[in-house]
Each structure stands twice: as structure tokens, then as C-alpha cells.
């Protein structure tokens, strides 16, 4: 099982801007598709963005396109979601997990991924 750690949320002006963390401390996560998810209170989950082991292709919900950029940094085991221009309805519980089977491209449909972190709290409001 990849043990995922999810850091870097908080709360945040509208406008303003966060970078969420994802790492595994016994697992190398340049092997997985990592997708990163959210739920919000009342709401179902939904999938956010991924990127692909094998090329670093990445993929984006519409609702966040052009405002967030998902990378990894193979040196640091870590994959990165920076979120920009945030809006209070992106306020959520932000999720990463893990595609072992890898599939090209990556999806954000979150029946596929087998590994969970326990998630971070991201809130926009003034």
C-alpha cells in the first residue's frame, strides 16, 4: 500500500494562492499516475487533476483549468498542485491518491485509484 501525506492546505483570501504537497515516505511515487481530488462540504468528491508516470502528461477538471498547474519533483518523492486565483468554491478537502496500474492517460475518475492520503483543508473566504 502507498502511504500518502497530503500538507501545504489552509485558508486563503479570494484571488490568493496555495501549493498542496503530496508525498509517500516508503514508496517511490515516480512509478503512479497521482491524482489529486477534493470534497466539499456537502458535495460529492471530485476529481481536481493528474499526471502521468510515464511522460508527466496531466489532465484538468474544467472547473480548475488555467488556474491550477499539477508537477512532481522526482528528487523530493513529492507531487505539487499549485492553485492560484482561488475561489471560495474551491473550498474543500483536497485529496491525493495513487493509480498503480498507471493507465495512459491519466484520469481524474477516482474509481481507478488504489491509495489514499488522508487529506488537507484548503478554505477561501474573507
Known amino acids: 500500500q502507498v502511504q500518502l501525506v497530503e500538507s501545504g492546505g489552509g485558508w486563503v483570501q479570494p484571488g490568493g494562492s496555495l501549493r498542496l504537497s503530496c508525498s509517500a515516505s516508503?514508496?517511490?511515487?515516480?512509478?503512479?499516475?497521482i491524482g489529486w481530488f477534493r470534497r466539499a462540504p456537502g458535495k460529492e468528491r471530485e476529481g481536481v487533476s493528474c499526471?502521468?508516470?510515464?511522460?508527466?502528461?496531466?489532465h484538468y477538471a474544467d472547473s480548475v483549468k488555467g488556474r491550477v498547474t499539477i508537477s512532481r519533483d522526482d528528487r523530493w518523492n513529492t507531487v505539487y498542485l499549485q492553485m492560484n486565483g482561488l475561489k471560495p468554491e474551491d473550498t474543500a478537502i483536497y485529496y491525493c491518491?495513487?493509480?498503480?496500474?498507471?493507465?495512459?492517460?491519466?484520469?481524474?475518475?477516482?474509481?481507478?485509484?488504489?491509495?489514499w492520503g488522508q487529506g488537507t483543508q484548503v478554505t477561501v473566504s474573507s
Open positions: 491518491a495513487a493509480d498503480k496500474r498507471a493507465s495512459w492517460p491519466c484520469s481524474i475518475e477516482s474509481i481507478i485509484y488504489d491509495d
Open positions: 516508503r514508496s517511490t511515487l515516480e512509478d503512479y499516475n
Open positions: 499526471i502521468s508516470y510515464r511522460d508527466d502528461t496531466t
